[in-house]
């Protein structure tokens, strides 16, 4: 890592930009002055002694008051350690003051989401709050994130079901390879795609995700919808084991002609 990359992360971790400089600027070095440190760091002359000091008292830096005062850094992996306990204790601490406010969510709302980080989230939530069945319809792309909380929402004994979109597996969930589906989506939809999940028949997140469109998604409790996703990946996946029962061509021919031909014809993005 270099110096450059040492100051960003540790500005990016709670220190001001002065302190991860000067930190940085010690690291590697013998014990140094601060106008050594200064130097070394870019920063203006009048703010390294107090810089300094309060790296002193975060422990990240020691000093030695002889006649001319040097500074050394802290080893980085003791401070680095120093700072993931903090965090965790923030963390940890920040959790249990939200659970302990009321979380007002009005039933039957849609909520629309916005981004990818944003879907992720809301498939997460639904899928660690199920209790009973969970539906889901997703992508190869989803599955780093989503595949490890279905698998362990199959373990804990909800009735999972997953239509995967692509070659991943899961361990536990019921699961659907619908890996031609998505092929046969992604070119007709010019590169979108759905993803679904749906708990307890009533908490539903659909998302959109295109390669030239903006990621988007809703959020809702409403149980109409609820059930319109559930069915929409039965559909699916009925759809799939019906075309595999065919004999060979036989889906072909059939996508190539008539009400079939139209309906399945290619979009514009």
Not at 53 to 65: D, P, Q, S
Not at 129 to 136: H, I, P, R, S, Y
Not at 166 to 174: F, H, K, V, W
Not at 200 to 216: C, F, I, L, M, S
């Amino acid at each position: 890592m270099s110096t450059t990359e040492l100051t960003d992360a540790l500005a990016r971790l709670g220190f001001t930009q002065y302190e991860a400089q000067a930190y940085s600027a010690l690291v590697g070095h013998e014990p140094s002055t601060g106008a050594e440190v200064s130097r070394r760091a870019g920063m203006p002359a009048s703010k390294v002694y107090e810089t300094l000091h309060r790296l002193e008292a975060r422990g990240a830096v020691l000093a030695n008051r002889s006649d001319t005062v040097r500074y050394v850094a802290v080893d980085p992996g003791r401070v680095i350690a120093a700072i993931r306990a903090q965090v965790d204790r923030d963390l940890r601490a920040a959790q249990d003051a939200a659970t302990r406010l009321p979380l007002h969510r009005e039933a039957g709302l849609v909520w629309s989401l916005t981004g990818a980080e944003a879907n992720t989230l809301a498939f997460a939530r639904v899928i660690e709050d199920a209790t009973t069945t969970l539906f889901a319809g997703v992508w190869d792309e989803e599955l780093d994130e989503l595949g490890p909380l279905l698998e362990a929402a199959a373990a804990r004994g909800v009735d999972t079901h997953v239509a995967i979109y692509g070659s991943r597996t899961l361990s536990g969930p019921r699961t659907y390879d619908l890996s031609e589906c998505g092929a046969s989506a992604r070119l007709r939809l010019a590169g979108r795609r759905l993803a679904v999940v749906v708990a307890d028949d009533t908490d539903a997140v659909v998302a959109e995700y295109g390669d030239r469109t903006p990621d988007q998604g809703t959020s809702t409790t409403n149980p109409v919808l609820a059930l319109l996703a559930v069915e929409y990946i039965k559909a699916d996946v009925t759809g799939r084991l019906l075309i595999d029962a065919l004999a060979p061509g036989v889906y072909e021919r059939l996508r190539a002609a008539g009400d079939m031909s139209v309906i399945l014809a290619p979009r514009e993005g």
